[in-house]
């Protein structure tokens, strides 16, 4: 569960920062009231955390299937 909540946070992100890149606006800031509002501020944090987070699922794969074998 926690997997596919950081990966729904991830692909937030990764829509924010396309947004940012194609069209020079920022979702969450524009969302939220603004870049340096608390729960923008929150919001980046938590995306941050869930990239961390979805790091290990590079090796989770790895680790399972070498269980398998």
């Known amino acids: 569960m926690i997997d596919k909540i950081a990966l729904i946070l991830v692909i937030i992100g990764a829509l924010n920062w396309g947004s940012i890149g194609l069209l020079s606006f920022d979702i969450v800031a524009w969302m939220f009231g603004g870049q340096a509002a608390m729960i923008s501020r929150v ?18 794969e790895r680790e399972h299937r070498e269980m398998m074998e």
Do not use: E, N, P, R
């Open 43 to 60: 919001v980046y944090t938590l995306v941050a955390i869930a990239g961390i987070w979805c790091i290990s699922l590079l090796f989770k």
